[in-house]
């Protein structure tokens, strides 16, 4: 089957602390995105990746990073210049510009 | 004014009623638009997507665009208690990978 894996499901550390979230597909979407999800508020763009070895960074790119070394996979570091880590965090992938985009099922993050 | 607004809800309907869910938007040159849903503590799952002025169905769901007026709207027919969940409205712009999302109808379908 297609889709979009994200791993761990739930993910708990310490204030200081950097941590990867992985997210892979199978689709063979060239596009992959970031998203946070905060209670009450939209999704917030964090990074975008068009291709392998290019990404653009969203609009709450600070204290995050990533990576596209290959197509499939678009992992992202929250680092602890992060201010506000804990959240609900979901990868994307869409064929092209402006197409469907399907979510893995996220990634829960507390920092404490 | 936010680029995409839908109200928070909660939106209640009888089970076997018709819901309807609205959205607006801010930007004239977003060309893709799509409703997804959201169940508690779930990632959202695309629904349907519409491109072109008109009604598109699928199923139970209908999706209504009106780029004039600058809104969208889903129709779910027959609603189910498992319709219960949280409707995102997005919208995308021809020539851009980015996305803009709405924050979300809460539905309630009562049984």
């Known amino acids: 089957d297609g889709g979009i894996t994200q791993s761990p499901k739930y993910l708990f550390r310490k204030e200081g602390q950097n941590v990867t979230l992985s997210c892979e597909q199978n689709?063979?979407?060239?596009?992959m995105y970031w998203y946070r999800q905060d209670p009450g508020q939209g999704l917030r763009l964090i990074y975008y990746?068009?291709?392998?070895?290019?990404?653009q960074k969203g609009d709450i790119a600070e204290g995050y990073s990533v990576s596209r070394e290959k197509k499939e996979s678009f992992p992202l570091t929250v680092t602890s210049a992060q201010k506000n880590p804990t959240a609900f965090y979901l990868c994307?992938?869409?064929?092209?510009?402006?197409?469907?985009?399907?979510f893995g099922p996220g990634t829960r993050l507390t920092v404490t | 004014q936010k680029e995409v607004e839908q109200n928070s809800g909660p939106l209640s309907v009888p089970e076997g009623a018709i819901a309807s869910l609205n959205c607006t938007y801010s930007?004239?040159?977003?060309?893709?638009f799509f409703w997804y849903r959201q169940y508690s503590g779930k990632s959202p799952e695309l629904i349907m997507s519409?491109?072109?002025?008109g009604d598109k169905e699928d199923g139970r769901f209908t999706a209504q665009l009106n780029k004039a007026s600058q809104y969208v709207s889903l129709l779910i027919r027959d609603s189910q208690p498992s319709d219960s969940a949280t409707y995102l409205c997005?919208?995308?712009?021809?020539?851009?990978?980015?996305?803009?999302f709405g924050t979300g109808t809460r539905l309630k379908v009562l049984a």
């Open positions: 994307a992938s869409s064929q092209g510009l402006a197409r469907e985009q399907y």
């Open positions: 689709l063979n979407h060239d596009a």
């Open positions: 990746s068009q291709i392998v070895n290019d990404f």
């Open positions: 930007d004239r040159v977003s060309q893709s």
């Open positions: 519409i491109y072109s002025n």
């Open positions: 997005a919208l995308s712009s021809s020539g851009t990978y980015k996305y803009i």
